[in-house]
């Protein structure tokens, strides 16, 4: 799903197409520098609904879906109590919070609930 949504970003950016950008990608090889990565990330943000703060370097495609991911998941876990933002997520990203693949982000590890 990030995946998806960056691969069609980047290629947008770049003018190139989707089929040549791959996890494996680095941003020095389509050219994009810290500028371009800034202004990727605002149309990311307009496209997943929430801020993503760039706080750690990322030199792959691989890197930043792995970061943007882990911010989706504190959104979700967010989410948990505020029906709004919970709204904004299913509509910008098409998955429901009790619908998603806990074992498929941070190594498997659910965030904690309040249960139990």
């Known amino acids: 799903m ?20 791959s996890l494996e990608t680095t941003f020095e090889s389509l050219g994009i520098d810290s500028l371009d990565t800034v202004e990727i990330l605002m149309e990311a943000e307009d496209v997943l609904g929430f801020e993503v703060e760039l706080t750690e ?17 504190e959104q979700q876990e967010m989410a948990k109590n505020d029906p709004d933002l ?9 998955i429901k919070i009790s619908e ?6 941070g190594g498997g590890a659910k965030p904690d609930d309040g249960e139990g």
């Open 2 to 21: 990030v995946f998806e949504k960056l691969v069609g970003l980047l290629a947008k950016h770049c003018d190139c197409d989707e089929a040549e950008i």
């Open 57 to 73: 370097r990322v030199a792959t495609v691989a890197e930043l879906v792995s970061f943007i991911e882990i911010k989706v998941v």
């Open 86 to 94: 919970a709204a904004r997520l299913e509509e910008k990203l098409g």
């Open 100 to 105: 998603v693949d806990w074992d498929s982000f």
